[in-house]
């Protein structure tokens, strides 16, 4: 399908706070969005909203947010080619160090260093290279609880490209249940988990939610992440409460920063305690204890 690709010009100020309305307003379709500095000095900066379908009510939602803002802006099209833009954009992505690990593509292997934990995710149909800041800060969070904690049964709930169950399978050579309600992704997960070399310790289900028996045979775990958005996981907290072990650790993300105190407040209110916020662009990761 042709994907339109809406824009705009703006400052650097004004880009910070379009992306946080935009974020909450079209965080349950899913729909990209970026902002690229074009000038600094100059304070030129474009926010792209990239969308299918409807484009024209998704020009008047977009209009009616920014007029929200007391902002008024016009707004071009461009109609982008039917590629794989991920495979696209990953040819030129730099590899990423988070704590002690290196997410990288085939292209930057001989980049490694000597003590990195290094993880190769290819251009892939599923969410999650490692250069998003939510998923670069659950990777450094996870060093952290891993190394301190040493769990020994995790959970990677809404796992996407896999590259967190990965991760724990890596640092801690421990099994780890990778599911998500995508069965692309899911295929994805289990491609990069064999490419990784965890394939016997990472197992992936396409699982719609917490009532899949795999959960009920698995649970409880010691660690369980998620890296998904605010509102899923703040709904989720009594099922996590019901699948962690006491004591046990969970490290969430895909949050913005000001969505950190009511995601806290709902897993507060199922006897969790809080440990640490990491802050990174703009997201947090949040690590609780049960």
Known sequence: MTQTRLYFITGKI????IFAALEAAFEEEGLPIAVLEVD???????VSLYADGDIEMVETRLKDILAGLSLSKPIEREALPDIDWVAHSLEELKPVRAGRFFVHGAHDRRKRHSGELAIEIEAGLAFGTGHHGTTAGCLEMLEKV???????????????????????AKLAHIPVLATDIDPV???????????????????????????HPIFG????????????????????????????????????SGILERQRDAVIAAYVGQNFR?????????????????
């Open 185 to 211: 992704a899911v295929r994805v997960a289990a491609a990069n988990a064999r490419l990784n070399h965890v394939r016997a310790l990472v197992e992936t289900v396409t699982a719609p939610g917490f009532h």
């Open 146 to 168: 891993v190394r301190r904690e040493r769990p020994r049964n995790a959970l990677d709930l809404g796992t996407g490209s896999a590259v967190l169950a990965i991760a724990v």
């Open 40 to 46: 600094e000095d100059k304070d030129i900066h474009e």
């Open 217 to 252: 045979k698995r649970a409880p775990f010691d660690l369980i992440v998620a890296n998904i958005l605010a509102r899923p996981l703040m709904r989720l907290a009594p099922q996590m409460a019901g699948h962690i072990a006491l004591g046990g650790s969970i490290v969430l």
């Open 14 to 17: 004004e880009s910070i706070s």
């Open 274 to 290: 809080h440990v640490r916020t990491l802050h990174r662009e703009g997201w947090v990761t949040i690590h609780l204890k049960h």
